[in-house]
T-cell receptor, first 112, second 115 residues
């Protein structure tokens, strides 16, 4: 069963706008939450990641917001660019485990 | 160049014909993993390996086998492929493993069609 729910399934944003992708998890034992970016025909690549003891992490135009009590985390892409058009996956890793649980993905299209 | 390689990149086969997808990494990583990617389902972990001779099941291990006899190689074996194993497969590796919060590097993918 899917333990990480990701939304929306697809997203269209104008150039310069903010893209927001949300994920919610059920297992409170998760202790690491990475986001991956995947371009067509390529494997996913790590974009940014956060631990649950931090409420926000920013790297350039990409920010993760983390709400531990709500068991939700989200990716914000500021000043979205056409080059950001890709599929984005959130993921969660269980504490003391080596298992990755991925969300179902969000296909982002940024219009020029 | 540091990379994860997979072979073949594309494969068409028939039901029941055993096949192996190879995966190799040149980064001396301890952790390796296999995923399948299906539309609407995202990435699902099949098997992972924390070290040589140490493997464990992911979320969808049925119908697959793996082995880790050397650190650099982690082949995925389909003993009797079925059409529901038609998918895009990714191999990945990281230095020590997910719980140590490290970057996981993905290969380019293998697209498999089982007729």
């Amino acid at each position: 069963q899917q333990q990480v729910k990701q939304s929306p399934q697809s997203l269209i944003v104008q150039k310069g706008g903010i893209s927001i992708i949300n994920c919610a998890y059920e297992n409170t034992a998760f202790d690491y939450f990475p986001w991956y970016q995947q371009f067509p025909g390529k494997g996913p690549a790590l974009l940014i990641a956060i631990r649950p003891d931090v409420s926000e992490k920013k790297e350039g135009r990409f920010t993760i917001s983390f709400n531990k009590s709500a068991k939700q985390f989200s990716l914000h892409i500021m000043d979205s660019q056409p080059g950001d058009s890709a599929t984005y996956f959130c993921a969660a890793i269980g504490a003391g485990t080596y298992k990755y649980i991925f969300g179902t993905g969000t296909r982002l299209k940024v219009l020029a | 160049e540091a990379q994860v390689t997979q072979n073949p990149r594309y494969l068409i086969t028939v039901t029941g014909k055993k096949l192996t997808v190879t995966c190799s990494q040149n980064m001396n990583h301890e952790y390796m993993s296999w995923y399948r990617q299906d539309p609407g389902l995202g990435l699902r972990q099949i098997y992972y390996s924390m070290n040589v001779e140490v493997t464990d099941k992911g979320d969808v291990p049925e119908g697959y086998k793996v082995s880790r006899k050397e650190k650099r190689n982690f082949p995925l074996i389909l003993e009797s492929p079925s059409p529901n194993q038609t998918s895009l497969y990714f191999c990945a590796s990281s230095l020590n493993g997910g719980s140590l919060q490290e970057t996981q590097y993905f290969g380019p993918g293998t697209r498999l069609l089982v007729l």
